[in-house]
C-alpha cells in the first residue's frame, strides 16, 4: 500500500551502511595471459585497495591483507602494478616502497625491490611497466626531498628486480612525466613530459629517445603536443609508429605518429575519445588488429573505430558507461562499466559474441531497482547562452507518494576537479537521497570534460563565476518549470566542487544551503605553495598567475569573504587530506562561529582527500541527511540529528 508522506520524509531500504558496503571503487583493469586483473578498494577494510584476478574461475585477491595496492604519486595515485618477469610488481601504501611477488605462489612473501627512504613516503612510484628483457621494472619515481609540499622532484627510473641495486634514472625531461614505455623492438623509448603551469588537460608532449644496447637513453625529441596540444595516452604499434589520443583540433582523437613526427588522425570529428590525465596509466583506448580499435567515444560509450572506413560505431552493453580504463587483447575488451541502475565494475566483454561478465563481486543490493533513480540527461541554458549538460535523479520510491501540490527539495551535485564530469550511472550515495524524497541533479558546468577542448576552457580565468552560475542556472530551471521547490535548494559537491558550494553560498543564488566536503577556499594559499606539487600551478589558467591576479584570488576565495555566507553551510573534512588542507575548513569554520549561520564542520581523522573507509561515508551521509532536513524543513527517518552551531 502506497503511503503519503512529505518528500524527504520517505522510508528507505537503503542505509548509510549499505551505501558504505557497496561504495568501493574499481581501477586499473588490465589483462595478462587472457587473465583480467584490477585494484578494488574496501570500506569496511579501511579502504585498503585489493588487487583482484579473474580467469576463468571466481575472481580472488592476489594479495591479502595488510596490502595495500596504491601510491601518492601526484597525491592522486597512478597505476600501482605491472607483469614483469613472471612475477607482479606493485606499490604498497604504507611505505610507498615497489615489491615484487609471484602471484601464483600463494605462500610467497611479496619482496621490495625499491630502497626504503630516508623519510616517510620519501620515495614515491606510479605507472609500473615492464624493462625490454624482463628484469627491470621501469616507472615515475617522485621524490619528497624536504617538508614543504612543492618539494618534490621526478625521475624516469629502473628498478632491479633482485633488489640488488639503486634506481637508475633513465630520463628527467619534464618536472611532470608519464613512465618511459619501450618500442617493440626495444630500440627506442617513449613517454609524456609536461612543465608548470600547464596541467595535463592544457599541453603535453611526446617524447620519443634512443635506447642504447647498455640501457640508456639518449637525448629525447618531441614527435606530437605542444603547449596548447594535450596528448592524454600512447601506445607503441610498432618500432617505427604510435598511436595517440592528441587534441590539435581541439577534440581528443586518434592519431598514427611517426617517429618523424608525421601524424594522421584516423578518425576525424568534433568529438572526444579521451579524457583528463589526472592519474597516470589512465587508458582511453586499445588496439584490436586489422586497423580496428576500441575507443571510449565522448570519453564514456564503448565503440569500435575502423580505420578504413573512418568511423566509430558504438558496442551495444548491458553498462553502456565505461569509465577511462580499457585493455584489449584477441577480441576481449575489459575495463571499468556501469549503467542507469549499476554501479561500475570491472567488465568482462567479448566482442565477437556480444557477451558480457561482470567480474567484480559485491554484496547484492538490499533493495529492488524500483527504488533506483532513473538518470535523465538534459541540456539547461547558463546565463550567457551556453549549453549546460546534466542528469537529473528524481524522487523514486515505489511505497510513498505526497501530498497534492508539494514540491521535492532538489539537490545540486557539483564534481570534482574542476576538469572532469559525471555521467549517467547509478550512484549510491544520490540513491540514498532520491529514495527518500530528495531530487539530485548532476551537473557538467562550464569546464567540465567530454565536450571538447573549447567547452573545456570555458573555465578559464573564470573559475567561481561559469561554475556558479551554471549550477545555480539548472537548479533554477528546475524550479522555474515545476519540478523542484525553489524554497528548497541545496548544493553539494567535493574538492573543486566543494570550492563552488561554498563559493555560492557566498553570493546570490537560489540555494538555501551547502554541502561543502574537502573543498578548496583559501585561493591564495592554495597558489603559494600550501597544496601539492601537482595541483600547485593549476590555478594559473583558472584565474591567471597570481602575481598579477591577486585581487581575483582574494575576491573569489570563500575565505576572504565569511561575512557574506548567506545560508547554512555543512563541512566535512579528511584530517591527513594533502589536496586540500584541513587548516583551511578549520579556519573558514572558526571565522563563521557566532555568525548566525547555522553549519558544523565535522574532521575524519585517518581520511585523505575523499571519502574510503566505511565508518567515514556512514557518518558523512547520515550528517548530511540530517543537515537537509534541519535546513529545508523536513523530518528524515532514523538517522541521528546532526547537532549545528549558529
Not at 625521475?155 to 618500442?183: N, Q, T, Y
Not at 561482470?358 to 554484496?363: I, R
Not at 531530487?439 to 573564470?462: C, D, H, I, K, P
Amino acid at each position: 500500500m502506497v503511503k503519503i508522506a512529505s518528500y524527504g520524509a520517505w522510508t528507505s531500504p537503503l542505509a548509510a551502511r549499505d551505501v558504505a558496503r557497496a561504495g568501493g571503487s574499481v581501477q586499473w583493469v588490465d589483462l595478462h595471459d587472457g587473465e583480467a586483473w584490477w585494484a578494488e578498494s574496501r570500506p569496511d577494510e579501511g579502504g585498503r585497495v585489493v588487487l583482484m584476478r579473474a580467469g576463468d574461475g571466481r575472481p580472488r585477491p592476489v594479495l591479502a591483507a595488510p596490502w595495500n595496492t596504491r601510491n601518492r604519486v601526484h597525491e592522486y595515485g597512478g597505476k600501482p602494478f605491472a607483469f614483469v618477469g613472471g612475477k607482479i610488481a606493485f606499490t604498497h601504501w604504507v611505505d610507498q616502497r615497489v615489491y615484487l611477488v609471484d602471484p601464483d605462489d600463494e605462500a610467497a612473501t611479496p619482496e621490495p625491490i625499491s630502497p626504503e627512504p630516508e623519510r616517510e613516503h620519501g620515495f614515491r612510484y606510479a605507472d609500473l611497466t615492464a624493462a625490454p628483457g624482463g628484469a627491470e621494472v621501469w616507472c615515475v619515481r617522485e621524490t619528497q626531498f624536504g617538508d614543504a609540499p612543492l618539494d618534490v622532484r621526478r625521475d624516469l627510473i629502473a628498478l632491479p628486480l633482485d633488489g640488488s641495486g639503486e634506481a637508475r634514472v633513465l630520463a628527467a625531461s619534464h618536472h611532470f612525466m608519464s613512465a618511459p614505455k619501450p618500442s617493440p623492438d626495444g630500440r627506442h623509448v617513449a613517454w609524456l613530459g609536461w612543465d608548470h603551469p600547464a596541467m595535463p588537460w592544457d599541453g603535453t608532449e611526446l617524447c620519443v629517445a634512443e635506447l642504447t644496447e647498455d640501457g640508456k637513453v639518449g637525448e629525447h625529441r618531441v614527435i606530437a603536443g605542444g603547449p596548447t596540444e594535450s596528448v592524454c595516452q600512447f601506445r607503441w604499434e610498432s618500432p617505427d609508429s604510435l598511436l595517440a589520443l592528441t587534441d590539435p583540433q581541439g577534440w581528443w582523437n586518434l592519431h598514427r605518429i611517426t617517429l618523424d613526427g608525421t601524424a594522421v588522425n584516423l578518425a576525424p570529428r568534433e568529438e572526444e575519445l579521451g579524457g583528463p590525465l589526472w592519474r597516470l596509466g589512465s587508458s582511453w583506448f586499445a588496439p584490436l588488429g586489422g586497423g580496428r580499435h576500441v575507443v571510449l567515444r565522448g570519453g564514456r560509450t564503448l565503440a569500435v573505430l575502423d580505420e578504413r572506413s573512418g568511423t566509430v560505431t558504438d558496442v551495444e552493453t548491458d553498462l553502456p558507461v565505461w569509465l577511462g580504463q580499457i585493455s584489449a587483447d584477441n577480441g576481449v575488451v575489459v575495463g571499468v562499466a556501469a549503467g542507469p541502475r549499476r554501479e561500475a565494475a570491472a567488465v568482462r566483454l567479448d566482442l565477437s559474441t556480444g557477451e558480457t561478465t561482470e567480474l567484480t563481486v559485491g554484496e547484492p543490493l538490499p533493495l529492488d531497482e524500483a527504488y533506483l533513480p532513473l538518470p535523465q540527461e538534459r541540456i539547461f541554458t547558463s546565463p550567457d547562452g551556453e549549453r549546460v549538460p546534466a542528469f537529473v535523479y528524481p524522487p523514486t520510491n515505489p511505497d510513498f507518494a505526497t501530498p497534492e501540490g508539494e514540491l521535492p527539495p532538489y539537490v545540486v551535485h557539483v564534481h570534482g576537479g574542476p576538469t572532469g564530469d559525471v555521467s549517467g550511472t547509478l550512484s549510491l550515495d544520490f540513491a540514498y537521497f532520491t529514495s527518500r524524497g530528495i531530487g539530485v541533479v548532476a551537473v557538467n558546468y562550464g569546464g567540465s570534460t567530454g565536450y571538447g577542448r573549447a567547452f573545456r576552457e570555458r573555465l578559464r580565468g573564470q573559475w567561481g563565476v561559469v561554475d556558479v552560475q551554471d549550477c545555480a542556472a539548472v537548479a533554477q530551471a528546475l524550479a522555474d518549470e515545476g519540478s523542484a521547490d525553489p524554497a528548497r535548494l541545496a548544493i553539494r559537491g567535493g574538492s573543486a566542487g566543494g570550492f563552488t558550494v561554498a563559493a555560492v553560498l557566498t553570493m546570490d543564488s537560489p540555494f538555501a544551503c551547502g554541502n561543502a566536503m574537502f573543498p578548496a577556499l583559501d585561493l591564495v594559499s592554495f597558489a603559494s605553495g600550501e597544496t601539492h606539487d601537482f595541483e600547485s600551478r593549476y590555478l594559473d589558467g583558472l584565474l591567471g598567475p597570481l602575481e598579477s591576479n591577486r585581487e581575483v584570488y582574494v575576491e573569489r576565495s570563500p575565505s576572504a569573504r565569511p561575512d557574506r555566507l548567506a545560508g547554512p553551510i555543512l563541512l566535512l573534512q579528511g584530517l591527513e587530506d594533502k589536496v586540500c588542507p584541513p587548516a583551511h575548513t578549520e579556519a573558514f569554520a572558526r571565522a563563521i562561529a557566532g555568525s548566525g549561520i547555522r553549519h558544523a564542520y565535522i574532521p575524519f581523522a585517518g581520511e585523505q582527500h575523499g571519502f574510503r573507509r566505511a565508518e567515514t561515508i556512514i557518518a558523512a551521509l547520515e550528517a548530511e541527511l540530517s543537515f537537509y532536513g534541519q535546513v529545508l524543513e523536513f523530518e528524515p527517518v532514523d538517522v541521528p540529528v546532526l547537532a549545528l552551531e549558529a
